[in-house]
């Protein structure tokens, strides 16, 4: 026994089903992807801290080497530390942040004594540290 069907599909309206539906799953895509997949990130505020620092555009960089012959670097020369505040005093007008950084050897109390004289003539001071490498 042969069974009919009632429905009589045309050539043209499966297409355009077809069709019809694919471009909806793609508008549902889309409009998807822009608001939730792509976003570049979670917005976090941190709570108020006396001691937080802002963040820093193009900072001043002091390197102190280690032990032995410890030396002071400023723009890639070496500056003695009654010269650095002349230096960084000239360098005002770029940036009122200095970082420090130093080889694990650096003599603290040259760390200190350089720290002081940047907070002294009044520039924010931020230490940089590194992990030690894990054997």
């Known amino acids: 026994m042969k069974l009919d069907s009632t429905v009589r599909l045309q050539g043209w309206v499966p297409v355009l089903a077809a069709s019809v539906t694919v471009v909806l799953l793609l508008v549902y895509f889309l409009l998807l992807s822009t608001t939730f997949l792509l ?5 976090v505020e941190l709570p108020p801290s006396r001691f937080l620092l802002p963040a820093m555009q193009d900072p001043l ?12 670097y400023f723009e890639d020369r070496v500056v003695e530390p ?8 000239a360098r005002r007008t770029v940036s009122r942040q200095v970082v420090i950084t130093a080889d694990g050897n650096a003599p603290n109390a040259l760390v200190a004594k350089v720290t002081e004289l940047a907070l002294a003539n ?4 931020a230490l940089a540290a590194a992990r030690p490498p894990q054997p």
């Open 61 to 72: 960089v002091v390197a102190i080497t280690g032990d032995p012959g410890a030396a002071i």
């Open 82 to 89: 009654d010269h650095l505040v002349a230096r960084l005093e």
């Open 39 to 43: 976003q570049p990130g979670i917005a």
């Open 122 to 125: 009044g520039f924010s001071v």
